[in-house]
């Protein structure tokens, strides 16, 4: 079955470490996105990226990077900058040109602080 | 600019009994919404879009929201709450031709036996 593979499910950061979230998807979607989740604020978004090698800063891209270099593929890093990485990662996909598809979500990673 | 709200944190319904989620919308141009489920520790759940047409949208899970434009509001349903669909519901707009969601804040369904 096609879908969206997040890795690894926990991750513990230490303090000054960059550490990266991977995503995978075999659904042959153009478009990809990083969301982070915190408590009572909803989902809110890190980086999206409509084709390979282009992406675009979201509304919180402080802190983390991201690359595209194949199409099934959208790593995050959280780097050293990010102050406060403690949240639950989610990362989703599309066809891009499909305004009214929904977005297909893989099962998140959650990350700590050691 | 462009934004969901979900006005309440929680929802407490009984098994049996219908319920709904609130969500309100502010989006210049014709709105693209939908609806979301979270399980603990589980990523979201496509449960059903409005894009455009009938008011009433059926979805998956015997869910149905409504869609209403002059209130600007699209509302969560489902006639009777099973206790299976304890979670958290996301409503959300998307903005621009970027496919970005905009998200509420999210309220939690409780159904009780």
């Known amino acids: 079955d096609g879908g969206i593979t997040q890795s690894p499910k926990y991750l513990f950061r230490k303090e000054g470490q960059n550490v990266t979230l991977s995503c995978e998807q075999n659904l042959n979607h153009d478009a990809m996105y990083w969301y982070r989740q915190d408590p009572g604020q909803g989902l809110r978004l890190i980086y999206y990226?409509?084709?390979?090698?282009?992406?675009q800063k979201g509304d919180i891209a402080e802190g983390y990077s991201v690359s595209r270099e194949k199409k099934e593929s959208f790593p995050l890093t959280v780097t050293s900058a990010q102050k406060n990485p403690t949240a639950f990662y989610l990362c989703?996909?599309?066809?891009?040109?499909?305004?009214?598809?929904?977005?297909?979500f893989g099962d998140g990673t959650r990350l700590s602080i050691l | 600019a462009q934004s969901v709200a979900q006005p309440e944190d929680q929802v407490n319904v009984a098994e049996g009994n219908p319920l709904t989620v609130k969500c309100t919308y502010s989006v210049s141009g014709n709105p693209y919404l939908f609806w979301y489920v979270q399980y603990p520790n589980r990523g979201l759940q496509f449960l059903l879009k409005y894009i455009t047409g009938d008011n009433l949208v059926k979805g998956s899970y015997g869910f149905e929201a409504e869609f209403n434009k002059s209130q600007t509001s699209f509302h969560l349903k489902k006639p009777s709450a099973l206790v299976s669909d304890s979670a958290l519901y996301f409503c959300a707009v998307e903005g621009s031709n970027t496919g970005k969601l905009i998200f509420g804040q999210g309220t939690t369904l409780q159904v009780k036996p």
């Open positions: 990226s409509q084709i390979v090698n282009d992406f």
């Open positions: 989703a996909s599309r066809p891009f040109r499909a305004l009214n598809k929904p977005q297909h």
